[in-house]
């Protein structure tokens, strides 16, 4: 049994240890189908099998090449939590964001980050339908997504069976081929322009 107490810091145990040890202290409610610990979590509410999901939007690559394009943190925020639900076999259905915002940053800019988004949702037959904002000393934006299972199955992170179809979608490592060149220092105006499509315009294929 994993001891409640450890002194030692998130860097010592990981990323992986660290999620184990949370879902071990959290066990699935009545409500939870499938198990936990999947893209998302599937809650059956009294018949209805729906699909829900929370993530923040890491800092978006396009961020750092280009700061003044602020709106890209909305289009991945979106398509982060739209993975996910996709990932297991919902559709998404509506989605709320939570933003942290300086206090030095522009309405425009704030407006961009909310425009952008509900494009993107637009895009997948949803809407944003509720938020929060707060004050923060850093940018960031914390999304939560609710969908709907397609023919109601759960695809979940166990369910693999010999003979199952493996699909891939997109141009496989585009987005983090660009990122490695990026954090070798390589500018924008290096980077083969097919690298750079994933990272200024991301989408549910590329993430």
Do not use: Y
Request: aromatic letters at 4%; one cysteine or more.
């Amino acid at each position: 049994m994993t001891p409640l107490s450890d002194e030692r810091a998130l860097a010592a145990v990981g990323e992986k240890e660290l999620v184990r040890r949370i879902l071990g202290a959290l066990p699935p409610g009545p409500l939870v189908r499938g198990g936990s610990g999947n893209d998302a979590t599937a809650l059956d509410l009294g018949g209805h099998l729906i699909a829900v999901t929370v993530d923040r939007c890491p800092t978006p690559l396009a961020f750092r090449i280009d700061p003044s394009n602020v709106g890209v943190w909305g289009d991945l925020a979106i398509t982060c939590v739209a993975s996910d639900l996709l990932a297991s076999g919902a559709h998404p259905s509506a989605f709320l964001m939570s933003l942290l915002l300086p206090r030095s940053l522009r309405v425009e800019d704030a407006m961009a980050i909310v425009k952008h988004a509900e494009v993107t949702a637009l895009g997948l037959g949803a809407n944003i339908v509720a938020g929060d904002t707060k004050e923060s000393s850093q940018l960031n934006v914390v999304t939560f997504g609710l969908g709907r299972f397609l023919n109601g199955r759960q695809i979940t992170r166990r369910g693999a069976r010999p003979g199952d179809v493996l699909v891939l979608t997109g141009e496989l490592g585009a987005f983090t081929a660009a990122h490695l060149a990026f954090h070798k220092g390589l500018s924008r105006s290096e980077l083969d322009p097919r690298l750079l499509k994933p990272v200024f315009k991301p989408d549910r294929k590329s993430t």
